[in-house]
């Protein structure tokens, strides 16, 4: 009987708490913030709220041609499999100290799984075969090798900082670290890695200035240039989701523990859906302010840089301001 | 970097400058050369308009009545270039573009201006008067060509052939010397 | 009532791709000028797609020359349904000034259907916008119609 219910429980956090429902729900809507956020500062009024989910179920209904030199089954499985692992990325980031899976080496898991979307739309490129998608995917592939390197620092540096003599990669021992001694950020040398990491969300998320691969003035959207109709809307979706994984990875990392105080009653089959609820929401909107600062902001006062600045860019500043806190947390500062 | 970022965050704060289009209609400044009105009332079938339009977009059809003719004109839009020739050389003001710039449609039918002239021929042939001073000013209006003058010689004449009796001369002339005598 | 969501969807979020058949860039300029901040149509969802694959509307400006009527006709092709095609200003649909020359192969209604006419030479920006409205409610209609 109780593995019946363990069954229906995961299923649950698979599909509606941290993990389906509410990943692709709140991706959407932060979307929509970004556009509507952009255009204010631009002094339009902007599209709705929503209009990201209207332009889902608009390309849900559009004719899906596939050309006759793609390679049909790879072609449309690319934003399946991209948007599938940026779900499971989802279950496995604590949201408000509740993560649905947890286990030794999260952040390992989530540096594997962060390639491959991008990975995805590589191989979709490539499998549509395009000559404008094939300048789309080596530049992907740059963008890819130039946000990895720094990303991984930043991730040693929290492991470095929360394992004390040995790391810790582990993102529940990670919440429950900041729980007890306070947020990440507050430490003084991690703050260069917390620039860091929100400098390299955009880029991950292939929001301007970094979006050299989906350039849509001079190579027509890169890799997504032959899709069309409901794929094409996966992959948007899979844009959108990722806005979110990625602010939610880093309020796990840097800004964790912080709704971990908050206890309302409620309970549902033993649930705290009280608990989940305002924790869900709180978190929901860190992740806007981070895509507000991080993303909107920077989109709002630069222009698309070139694929080698792009490059120096990260391996130089971004990576040295990751190595900066390495090394102060390796010191013990 | 620093005076972007100073604008966008100060724009964030401000009023949109978006126009509220749709649902407030916006005029068009005075000048805007828009969709073609046509007055038949007005028009004598000078024909003046259909030789400048650079387009072509002016159709003329005529049909002969009792009276004299029905002179039916057509302005196409779609293929019209706005340029308001035909508006300037209209000597009558039976032609004007107007501010009116909503000229998005799904049939072609709502693009075209229509009229009809209703034109009484006089049955008279053009003759001068003794009050001519040769200022040559009919033969420069006339849209056909037909009248010739020669300043020095003091000699009026009119090809007949050529005259559509529009009446343009008539009324340019400054000294009322011209008229379809009986 | 999934369908019907995707039909009211359709008119929300129409993305234009603008070929430029041999035009003046008057009329290109002009559409451009519909996204700017004092008109902008991003509020009612439209924006200029990079290819004719993710398009919904097909914008035309230009009297189609000989040597760009192959690549218009080849354009159109690529649209998935449903479409709808735009004429921007008058050239597409009478060559204009150009009318008459030896390399221009108007109107563009011999190769496709054309929904929406904008005349204007060039159409203001709210002429623009009113005729992508237009154009973005046959695009529902046209969505209902299919299955």
Partial sequence: ??????????????????????????????????????????????????????????????????????????????????????????????????????????????????????VAMIVGGSASGSPFAGIGISREMVTMMAYELPLIIVFLSVAKLVGGDSMNFSLQDITAWQEQNGPVIFSLSMIPAAIAMLLI???????????????????????????????????????????????????????????????IGWTVCGVYVGDLLVRGLIHFAICAVITLLCMTFIHAITARLKIEHLFKFYWTVVAGLSLISLILVWIGV | MVPFARVALSNLFKKPSTRNFPRENVEAKPGYRGRIAYYGDKCRNCGMCVKVCSPGAITRTVTETPEGKDIAFEFDLTSCTFCG?????????????????HMAATDHKDLITSGVAHIRVPKGQLVCGEDCVYCTLCARKCPEGAITVDRTEKIWSVDHEKCTKCGTCVSACPKKALSFGE | MFKKMIAAAGA???????????????????????????????????????????????????????????RLIRTLEQVPEPKVVVTLGSCPKSGNVFKGSYSIECPVDKYTHVDVSIAGCTPKPEAIIEGLYTAAQILKEKRREMK
């Avoid at chain 1, 593995?3 to 990943?23: D, R, T």
């Avoid at chain 1, 989530?110 to 991008?118: R, S």
């Avoid at chain 1, 969300?201 to 069309?228: H, N, R, W």
């Avoid at chain 2, 020739?85 to 107007?98: P, V």
């Fill in chain 2, 85 to 101: 020739m035909c508006q300037d050389f209209c000597d009558e003001k039976a032609i004007e573009l107007t501010a009116d710039y």
């Fill in chain 3, 12 to 70: 929300k979020s129409p993305w234009i791709y603008h070929i430029n058949t041999g035009s003046c860039n008057g009329c290109d300029i002009e559409l451009v000028a519909v996204l700017t901040p004092r008109y902008d149509a991003e509020r009612f969802g439209f924006k200029l797609a990079g290819t004719p694959r993710h398009a919904d509307i097909v914008v035309v400006s230009g009297p189609v020359t000989s040597q760009s009527k192959e």
């Fill in chain 1, 1 to 118: 009987m109780s593995s019946f219910f363990q069954i229906i429980e995961n299923i649950v956090k698979a599909m509606i708490f941290p993990g389906l429902l509410y990943a692709t729900a709140g991706g959407l809507l932060l979307a929509g913030l970004d556009r509507k956020i952009i255009a204010r500062m631009q002094r339009r009024v902007g599209p709705p709220v929503l209009q990201p989910t209207y332009d889902f179920l608009k390309l849900c209904g559009k004719e899906t041609i596939v050309p006759h030199v793609a390679n049909k089954p790879v072609f449309l499985a690319a934003p399946f499999v991209g948007y599938v692992s940026l779900v499971v990325m989802m279950l496995l980031i604590p949201i408000g100290g509740y993560s649905a899976f947890s286990g030794k080496a999260d952040l390992i898991v989530i540096l594997y799984l962060l390639t491959i979307p991008a």
């Fill in chain 1, 201 to 263: 969300i955009p880029a991950e998320v292939g929001m301007q200035p970094f979006d050299v691969a989906e350039a849509e003035t001079e190579i027509c959207e890169g890799p997504l240039v032959e899709y069309s109709g409901f794929p094409l809307g996966m992959f948007k979706l899979g844009t959108a989701v990722r806005i979110f994984v990625m602010t939610s990875l880093f309020t796990s990392l840097f800004l964790g523990g912080i709704t971990s105080g908050i206890h």
